[in-house]
């Protein structure tokens, strides 16, 4: 039996590992133990785990190393507690392969910890490309000390052999993140109307998610009033979704819950949403505003529009279907009546398809995951 661990520090990452985790629950050859950290242990940030634990696709160990502090600082210091645990973790399991996450803390402590104790690596998400944040610096680093990688668009996979990567050790299987979709049924839309108590059918829907960016610390605030400015002007009905636990997230979500909305009825706040209804709530929007992932990663699927604001995803492969704008009020609000109002984008967006695949991602990994040798522990990479 293969004896596999994953880690999950948050909800993003972990709702685009659970297609993965679902089906390694009907596989008899793998083993599954799942580490859980980060925010997921945290009350502020709806303790998250508790999902993790009811889907029980594994054996749980939990690692507290959240940090509540709001400063550049706390990252880094959640990430020391996680290392320093893992490495006895991993030293008592023997794992024979780790599965480190895109780009976060979770992803550097575990592939760390795991090549330290010879145990080999695989990165999904390997070869993104952001710049304005700091988790690019920390995928690239996870790629370099990890042996399998899962990319999820060939220019990814091309930028990983650029980077002296093998070719042979690096596999094009799209985002699981698309998976996702085939997992949960449709709701109705009176449900969605229920639950996130705005219409559904009467002018377009927003859903907006908006992350604090590590470069520009010191400015979110004002970047955020902007935003949240332009949300009230355009009275469109919008699901706000509060950001994840980046430093500087505190103070943004201070100022979505005391916001007050002077024109817009319909604004609804959300810490988490649970799985089935954050799927069909995509299923469902007009538009996606903020900077997530999420919005690059998955609109597509829908040909849904996106208006990603800053810099947080900027220069990132996307389908054609995202418009990029600054922290300025006017410059959002235009882009998202134009997202949503142009007939001939709106004609273009029908046609777009999805550069980080079709959903069936999870599967594939698990292919090549079942096919490693395990018994050679070899873990030198030879670089050019």
């Known amino acids: 039996m293969i004896k596999i661990i994953f880690i999950t520090g948050s909800r993003s990452d972990y709702f685009i590992q659970r297609p993965i985790l679902n089906l390694l629950k009907k596989n008899k050859k793998f083993k599954v133990y799942i580490i859980l950290t980060g925010a997921h242990l945290s009350k502020k940030y709806g303790y998250t785990a508790r999902i993790v634990k009811k889907d029980k696709f594994g054996s749980f160990i939990s690692i507290k190393s959240f940090n509540h502090n709001d400063t550049l600082e706390s990252r880094s210091l959640g990430a020391s507690k996680q290392f320093n645990k893992l ?185 988490n949403i649970p799985e089935s209804y954050f799927v069909n709530l995509m299923r469902n929007v007009s538009l996606v505003m903020g900077n997530s992932s999420m919005g690059i990663l998955e609109s597509a699927i829908h040909k849904t529009p996106v208006v990603n604001i800053g810099k947080r995803q900027i220069k990132r492969q996307n389908s054609g279907n995202v418009i990029f704008v600054s922290h300025k009020k006017d410059e959002i609000i235009k882009a998202v009546k134009y997202s949503v109002y142009n007939k001939k984008y709106q004609k273009k967006l029908k046609k777009c398809k999805n550069v980080y695949g079709t959903g069936n991602s999870s599967k594939k990994i698990i292919n090549i995951l079942s096919k490693i040798d395990y018994k050679n522990k070899i873990l030198n990479k030879l670089f050019p």
């Open 87 to 271: 490495i006895k973790i991993i030293a008592k399991i023997k794992p024979d392969i780790a599965v480190a996450p895109y780009d976060r803390e979770e992803a550097i402590t575990l592939a760390l910890a795991a090549t330290y104790n010879n145990i080999p690596v695989a990165h999904l998400g390997a070869g993104d490309k952001t710049e304005y944040n700091v988790d690019v610096l920390i995928r690239h680093a996870v790629s370099k000390l990890s042996q399998h990688l899962f990319t999820s668009t060939e220019e990814n996979k091309n930028r990983l052999i650029k980077m002296g990567e093998n070719r042979k050790n690096i596999h094009n299987v799209g985002h699981t993140a698309l998976d996702r979709y085939k997992l949960s049924k449709i709701l109705s839309k009176k449900k969605l109307e229920n639950f996130f108590r705005i219409p559904f059918s009467q002018k377009p829907i927003i859903l907006f998610i908006q992350h604090p960016v590590s470069n520009y610390y010191s400015k979110k605030q004002k970047h955020f009033k902007e935003s949240l400015q332009a949300i009230d002007e355009l009275d469109f009905p919008t699901v706000i979704i509060k950001p994840n636990s980046d430093p500087g997230s505190s103070r943004i979500i201070e100022m979505i819950n005391n916001y007050k909305f002077k024109k817009n009825r319909y604004v609804s706040k959300f810490k």
